[in-house]
């Protein structure tokens, strides 16, 4: 087998690939990082994906967090892997230089986690929670929390977290319960390290499902945590955001226990190097929260991170998916099985990727999986225009409308990518043999978190959909024109150009027959098939991805000195991109005919006709 899980190449051409009005090689919104620099950056995180992160990968998953005490004992390898990542500057990387970070633009940092994700993906996400907790406390949290909580978060010495849900509130994060009452009592310990001279909030609660939420790998657990101040008003708009230490610091600066408690760690399909557990909040009635921005816009907060989070959902089930099948590559390259039909008598085994249907499984993954990335990084690079410049309404639209797409598309389709990868290998790949089960595991949890492929497909159609009288998808036309008016320059893309025209063409037929049936049957009717849809507007969309990258390699075919590797490397891309035009593209034709006759019979079915 392979020690490979991602290629270099393919991740620095997409990134550079990006088609429409963004052709250039070093675009303004990259901070002015050429291909050259992007490359020192990409090897220095591969070497350390290589060396620290990868080695870890099947022993993570073998022994999984157990609960001891009052703490969660992970992986040996974890505390000597975070401190790499805090010293050599990865968790900090997208900060400003004042807290020893680069300010690094969103499409590169998507990459490096790409890259941590595809060796590990366990294993990475303790770094990516904790720089998700440490932008909250950035962006909304008081200079005094920052100075308290930022240091040792970025030196990946504390843990950060994001803790919303609970028993009985998890999408519906309205019905949370747990609450925040003023204190203006003296705090055990002191408070003056803080800087609330009413000593911050009790807080009561139990929170669930919190990744990462405790572990022996640091000396300390920082949670970013959703309750509702006593008296504040139901629903989402009573919802503030505290800061909830596992242990507190006094005035002296040493850690005092904060009445938080580990009440299980949950046991996984999937995703088991990295701890999801349950959490009791003041049972002692000493535990004490520190409110992050103002009362009652803890759920708005939140929303504006929610963005970049469900990016990095999607990225983590594209590098898992990257993964598992450069491990059936492997395999099916060495694997030596059967023979081709018109062989002559007697003639030798040939390795399986000589086979049609081999071939044709490597081509899905690779659809998937690239194509995915391309997506992703392209709504990164709204993200660096916005940095730059907020006021770009447009690109904000884009993000907007394509986020439940980049989560969604690689998360679903991962789990076929990577039960592909399985195939390939026949029954060994149903066994721990090789890595393809764990990455299938792995792959399961992307379609959960950050919200449900049910929660995205209302998103995208009942409010991305219609924002601004449905002006973001008008954008995307003219992003998708502009990609096909270029193309179309080059002969052999015409009739991949003359089949996304098509497809985009069915797409806005289905989507104005959702309005007609919102305004004649009700909002109910109008989501009741938004998955489906849902599921046609991804394939439309990686398809555009894919002529974007088909045209770039037409350009880079052109440029003389070509080495052998780079003239494969972009066959390969042209094959890959013709796959998906004939075996994906043509998808939607029957998801637009479902969702234009579907009657939305769901509505109709009662609930007691699901008998046992």
């Not at 500057?89 to 969103?106: D, H, Q």
């Not at 069915?506 to 009717?525: H, S």
């Amino acid at each position: 087998m392979t020690d490979k899980f991602m290629s270099m190449k393919n991740l620095t051409f997409t990134l550079f690939s990006r088609g429409g009005k963004y052709p250039v090689a070093t675009p303004d919104y990259l901070n002015d990082h050429t291909p050259k620099t992007t490359d020192m950056v990409f090897k220095a995180a591969f070497d350390l994906g290589k060396k620290v992160l990868h080695p870890m990968f099947e022993e993570m998953d073998r022994n999984p967090p157990q609960l001891a005490g009052n703490s969660v004992h992970v992986h040996e390898g974890v505390r000597p892997m975070l401190e790499t990542l805090g010293e050599d500057g990865w968790i900090a990387a997208l900060f400003p230089e004042k807290w020893e970070g680069e300010n690094m633009p969103s499409s590169l940092l998507l990459c490096i986690n790409f890259i941590f994700a595809a060796a590990n993906y366990s294993a990475s996400v303790y770094a990516g929670l904790t720089m998700g907790a440490g932008k909250l406390i950035l962006s909304f949290g008081s200079e005094t929390l920052q100075n308290t909580y930022l240091p040792p978060m970025l030196a990946g010495k504390w843990q950060g977290t994001m803790a919303l849900t609970e028993p009985a509130a998890g999408t519906s994060l309205g019905d949370l319960c747990t609450e925040a009452i003023p204190f203006d009592g003296q705090l055990e310990g002191g408070q003056s390290e803080i800087g609330q001279p009413a000593g911050g909030y009790k807080i009561f609660g139990e929170k669930i499902f919190i990744s990462a939420g405790d572990h022996d790998g640091v000396d300390n657990v920082v949670h970013l945590m959703l309750a509702r101040i006593k008296g504040a008003p139901p629903g989402v708009k009573g919802i503030s955001l505290f800061l909830v230490p596992k242990f507190r610091p006094d005035a002296k600066g040493n850690l005092v226990d904060n009445d938080v408690i580990v009440t299980q760690v949950f046991h996984k399909l999937g995703y088991r190097g990295a701890p999801i557990v349950g959490l009791r909040l003041g049972e002692k009635e000493n535990c004490i929260g520190y409110l992050v921005g103002k009362e009652h816009q803890g759920l708005s907060y939140m929303f504006q991170m929610m963005n970049n989070a469900r990016l990095e959902v999607g990225m983590g089930a594209t590098s898992i998916a990257t993964a598992a099948y450069h491990c059936a590559l492997a395999y099916t390259r060495t694997r030596c099985q059967g023979r081709k039909i018109t062989a002559p008598k007697g003639s030798a085994p040939i390795p399986i990727i000589g086979h049609p249907d081999v071939r044709r499984m490597l081509l899905f993954q690779r659809a998937v999986s690239e194509g995915a990335l391309a997506l992703i990084l392209q709504c990164g690079m709204y993200e660096d225009i916005l940095a730059k410049d907020p006021g770009q309404a447009d690109c904000h639209l884009l993000l907007e409308l394509l986020t439940p797409v980049a989560k969604t598309y690689p998360s679903e389709m991962g789990i076929l990518s990577t039960s592909t990868a399985i195939q390939c290998f026949g029954g060994y790949g149903y066994c721990d043999d090789f890595p393809v089960e764990q990455h299938f595991r792995d792959m399961r949890i992307h379609t959960i978190h950050e919200g449900t492929t049910g929660i995205q497909a209302m998103d995208l159609l009942g409010r991305k959909l219609t924002m601004e009288n449905g002006r973001a998808l008008f954008l995307l036309k003219q992003e998708m024109e502009e990609t096909m008016a270029s193309a179309g320059h080059h002969p052999s893309l015409t009739g991949m150009v003359q089949s996304l025209a098509k497809g985009m063409g069915m797409l806005e037929k289905t989507t104005l027959g959702l309005g007609n049936v919102a305004m004649e049957k009700g909002p109910d009717a109008y989501l009741a098939d938004a998955s489906l849809f849902l599921e046609m507007f991804g394939i439309l969309v990686i398809a555009w991805q894919w002529l974007t990258m088909a045209e770039a390699v037409l350009v880079a075919q052109k440029k003389e000195g070509l080495k052998k590797k780079d003239t494969l490397f972009y066959k390969g891309k042209l094959h890959v991109a013709q796959y998906f035009f004939s075996y994906e593209l043509p998808k939607i034709q029957g998801l637009a005919r479902t969702l234009e006759g579907s009657d939305q019979m769901t509505l109709a079915v009662p609930g007691d006709c699901f008998t046992d």
